[in-house]
């Protein structure tokens, strides 16, 4: 079974300038989640999706940051303009109620980087 | 203000030995509390799930406990190996948070050959 899979690996981008992450969740799995990691610290949830509905976005910086989740599969969390401040790693994961899992399958990331 | 706190340090430990990691929270009430591990350049992986109520869960090498009381988990790996390296998340799940996580910081393990 596939994994979860992000695309692009790694992006450097000057501030200022658009980016946009794309995310596959594994087949199946109904929920869909961005999370952003800085440096030595834990996953922070950006937002959550149920198929295609953006269920909690409340730590989603809506001024530069969106997603979209078309047709409840693929998902695209975008930053325009990124500041120096969005240098991270952004974590897409996605899990499934089947069974009552609560396991949270990840991506490997995309890691940014703002100069 | 809610917090989760592990081990405020990186842990180094001899290869054969039990390897002990903390997690302490404040001002939550988890139904759930989870373990993942993660490898450089990795996103984390699910290791285990405990239930606030039950006590112990055991997997393998792994074992988890969880204090409502103390509001503590503690994660323990025993006859350790050098490829148990990793960062270790735990991770709360309220009941009403419909799978919502929330990450504690790591405690990032090293076993010695």
């Known amino acids: 079974e596939a994994g979860v899979v992000q695309s692009p690996r790694y992006k450097i981008i000057e501030k200022k300038q658009p980016v946009a992450f794309w995310c596959n969740p594994i087949s199946g799995h109904n929920t869909l989640y961005w999370y952003r990691q800085n440096l030595g610290q834990g996953p922070e949830l950006l937002i959550r999706?149920?198929?295609?509905?953006?269920?909690?976005d409340s730590q989603l910086p809506k001024d530069r940051f969106s997603a979209e989740r078309l047709k409840g599969v693929d998902s695209t969390l975008k930053i325009q303009p990124a500041e120096l401040g969005d240098s991270a790693v952004y974590l897409c994961a996605s899990s499934t109620l089947a069974g009552g899992s609560h396991e949270q399958f990840f991506g490997p990331g995309t890691r940014l980087t703002v100069l | 203000s809610q917090k989760i706190e592990q081990n405020s340090e990186a842990l180094n430990i001899q290869e054969g030995k039990t390897a002990t990691l903390t997690c302490n929270y404040t001002n939550y009430s988890p139904a759930y509390l989870q373990w993942y591990r993660q490898d450089p350049g990795r996103g984390p992986v699910f290791l285990l799930l405990i239930r606030e109520n039950e006590k112990e869960k055991r997997k393998e090498r792994l074992k988890v406990t969880f204090d409502t009381t103390l509001k503590q988990s503690l994660f323990h790996i025993t006859a350790s190996q050098p490829a148990d390296s990793a960062t270790y998340l735990c991770a709360l799940e309220t009941s009403g948070s419909a799978r919502q996580l929330t990450f504690g910081s790591g405690t990032q393990l090293t076993v010695l050959p």
């Open positions: 999706y149920e198929n295609e509905e953006a269920v909690d």
